[in-house]
T-cell receptor, first 114, second 113 residues
Framework: AAGVIQSPRHLIKEKRETATLKCYPI?????VYWYQQGPGQDPQFLIS???????DKGSIPDRFSAQQFSDYHSELNMSSLELGDSALYFC?????????????FGPGTRLTVL | AQSVAQPEDQVNVAEGNPLTVKCTYS??????LFWYVQYPNRGLQFLLK??????LVKGSYGFEAEFNKSQTSFHLKKPSALVSDSALYFC???????????FGTGTLLAVQP
């Protein structure tokens, strides 16, 4: 079965640079979520989109922005990167934004900021 | 406020023995509870969920979980542990009007051969 695809899988950036993470949801899933998992921590919700509109927002820094495109893929744009942004970034998708729908996670993008 | 607690950082069990990974939650309204497993350098894999109905939920790889409303718990169980079950397990809650998952701090399961 098709899964959530994330690219790139690994990314190394310098402080103050920008990064773009991409997420391709499972086919026919219209809802996408972004989570950040710091070293040894649990995943923290950043932002979600349903039918290309932002549906919920968590602890996402103002330096980050995201959007969902017409083909339902999503991109997380990160600017003025800081050392503390080093983390594993997960994208998840679900069939809809109903609370009972399961979120299926991608393999993650490991971002290292030097 | 909604929250999830996993009181054990690590659970050790011998292969073939039953295992339990504990999870308690706090939410106003109906809880929607999930278990995910994370292997090293991998994404989160969905195991099972409780939405409504039977309190005993069966999931992938022989895992099951019991929802207990009075104790606000959703413990993950497996009758016979395998070494390959060794991984990090996260309990997660989705409740109220939000569609985000709130995760517990994770429990590292170590199954000894």
């Amino acid at each position: 079965a098709a899964g959530v695809i994330q690219s790139p899988r690994h990314l190394i950036k310098e402080k103050r640079e920008t990064a773009t993470l991409k997420c391709y949801p499972i086919p026919r899933h219209d809802t996408v979520y972004w989570y950040q998992q710091g070293p040894g921590q649990d995943p923290q919700f950043l932002i979600s989109f349903y039918e290309k509109m932002q549906s919920d927002k968590g602890s996402i820094p103002d330096r980050f922005s995201a959007q969902q495109f017409s083909d339902y893929h999503s991109e997380l744009n990160m600017s003025s990167l800081e050392l503390g942004d080093s983390a594993l970034y997960f994208c998840a998708s679900s069939r809809s934004d109903r609370v009972g729908d399961t979120q299926y996670f991608g393999p993650g993008t490991r971002l290292t900021v030097l | 406020a909604q929250s999830v607690a996993q009181p054990e950082d690590q659970v050790n069990v011998a292969e073939g023995n039953p295992l339990t990974v504990k999870c308690t939650y706090s939410v106003s309204g109906n809880p929607y509870l999930f278990w995910y497993v994370q292997y090293p350098n991998r994404g989160l894999q969905f195991l099972l969920k409780y939405i409504t109905g039977d309190n005993l939920v069966k999931g992938s790889y022989g895992f099951e979980a019991e929802f207990n409303k009075s104790q606000t718990s959703f413990h993950l169980k497996k009758p016979s542990a395998l070494v390959s079950d060794s991984a990090l397990y996260f309990c997660a809650l989705r409740g109220g009007a939000t569609n985000k998952l709130i995760f517990g701090t994770g429990t590292l399961l170590a199954v000894q051969p």
